[in-house]
């Protein structure tokens, strides 16, 4: 398929507030810098934005460099002037906006005590609420990426500075073409996708055909590592009856707890069929938070049961998802490889953007903290659940001795900011979480090392480990 241009229009970490340059527990050194900025791929063109597609085959020669860069000695000269950190490059990936519910999304409903909200927006798409909201979010990014020096404080990026890149969702695409003008206001960036509708390799590896899958042996893969969906309920009894009592539905045949799970193959071996108290309830929790979200009247959030520490514990039940369709590493290893592989490429191609943007779903952001090894869990929300317009972001850092750090974060709106539509800005952020990446070895998985970044991640990518 050609592309297509969109029109322009802790767990596991440690709450940090916006602003932080990265470099707080690193102190100020006076070390030689290494003085690496040589290419690691040799005629690579700088090219405009709009032609930048992604690549997600890592080439051997870039991986290679990767693995091997040190620094080289310098002859002696004047000691090296104290300095900090420095980012040089990012890779978001976002999470699409709040869009209104999915046909089918709320498998529980009948179990309610009511009739349901209905909705302006067409099922699936981002509402006129999310779409500020999306404006927010990289208003913000592009605010905090100028303070670090990456983007400059006025005008327009050098061109090929800044990438976007959406799946064929018509929320992503949306929320890409939005997300490329906060970053760059007036520039005329333009976030790049495929023709609507069909299946990104980049997104979708399994459905394009471009990653093979047997659900056979993904079912009894997930359950080898999982324990299967009855296992993954353990200890979240508290959270489907937090469940149930906002559907107003406290009799016997609603108790979830006692319901039975199944996990089995789709007749045709390429997908997977959920069944029980899981896939009930990640679905309608999601939507209860996304009428939170949306800005809906309380009394039809939940009905008005739909406390903030309930909707905390809903979340949580849709994470549960995630557990099954994303982090085990048989589906993470083929869903989430190839924006992996795209982190090494632009990570380890110095003439790739210095701000690269996906947008993609939860399903994308879950698979790939799984092969990074991060788990997140941002106040109010579930943990693990990704937030409507939030982005788990992957920084490359020089640190102060020239060696090149990978730092990972997770930044998103709290549901108030997205309820409120609060303005952000450097003095009120969005929430923030600094992310130890469990891929790199103990005591370097805040600040991991490129090299052992890269070569860490491709082990997690073997898809039979």
């Given at each position: ?21 990265g ?5 100020i ?5 290494c003085?690496?900025?040589t290419?690691?791929?040799?005629g ?75 909705w ?28 670090q ?28 073409a ?99 108290p ?60 190839p ?10 191609d ?5 701000v ?8 994308h952001?879950?698979a ?98």
């Open positions: 398929m050609g592309c297509r241009q969109a029109k322009k229009t802790g767990q596991g970490g440690e709450q940090t507030p916006a602003g932080d340059d470099s707080d527990a690193m102190g050194a006076s070390l030689p810098s003085g690496i900025n290419p690691l791929r040799a690579v063109r700088q090219r405009s934005t709009a032609a930048l597609r992604p690549r997600w085959r890592m080439p051997a020669l870039a991986l290679g460099a990767l693995l091997l860069i040190g620094c080289t000695p310098r002859p002696p000269g004047p000691p090296a002037i104290a300095q900090t950190a420095q980012l040089e490059r990012v890779v978001a990936v976002f999470r699409h906006g709040v869009r209104a519910p999915l046909q089918g999304e709320a498998a529980a409903a009948h179990y309610a005590d009511a009739p349901w909200p209905q302006s927006t067409p099922a699936s798409l981002l509402t006129p609420h999310g779409r500020i909201g999306v404006q927010l979010s990289g208003d913000y990014l592009r605010r905090w990426l100028a303070q020096g990456v983007l400059s404080r006025s005008g327009c990026p050098a061109a090929g500075s800044v990438s976007v890149w959406a799946n064929t969702d018509q929320r992503t695409i949306d929320s890409g939005l997300l490329a003008e906060a970053l760059a206001p007036g520039c005329g960036i333009v976030a790049g996708h495929r023709q609507a509708g069909s299946n990104d390799p980049l997104f979708r590896p399994i459905e394009a055909g471009a990653a093979p899958f047997d659900g056979a042996a993904a079912v009894a893969a997930i359950d080898r590592q999982t324990g299967g969906p009855a296992t993954l309920l353990r200890g979240h009894a508290a959270e489907l009856q937090a469940m149930q009592q906002i559907l107003g539905c406290t009799r016997t045949p609603c108790d979830f707890a006692q319901m039975p799970s199944t996990l089995a193959p789709s007749a045709n071996g390429r997908g997977l069929v959920l069944g029980g899981i896939d009930l309830t990640s679905g309608t929790g999601e939507v209860l938070l996304l009428q939170y979200a949306e800005g809906l009247p309380l009394s039809q959030v939940g009905w008005g049961r739909a406390t903030p520490e309930r909707l905390a514990q809903v979340s949580r039940l849709h994470a549960l998802l995630f557990d099954i369709y994303a982090r085990p590493h048989y589906m993470a290893s083929r869903s989430g490889a924006l992996a592989r795209e982190v090494l490429q632009r990570f380890g110095v003439q790739a953007p210095k690269s943007v996906f947008v993609g779903s939860d399903t952001i879950a790939l903290s799984s092969l990074l090894g991060v788990h997140f869990h941002l106040p109010g929300y579930g943990a693990d659940d990704p937030p409507p317009g939030g982005a788990l972001l992957l920084e490359l850092w020089r640190e102060p001795d020239g060696q090149q750090v990978v730092r990972a974060r997770y930044l998103a709106q709290s549901l108030d900011q997205l309820r409120t539509l609060a303005p952000l800005n450097l003095e009120h952020p969005p929430l923030q979480q600094k992310l130890a990446l469990g891929v790199c070895t103990a005591g370097q998985r805040m600040a991991c090392p490129l090299p052992e970044f890269a070569r860490a991640l491709e082990e997690q990518l073997q898809l039979d480990r």
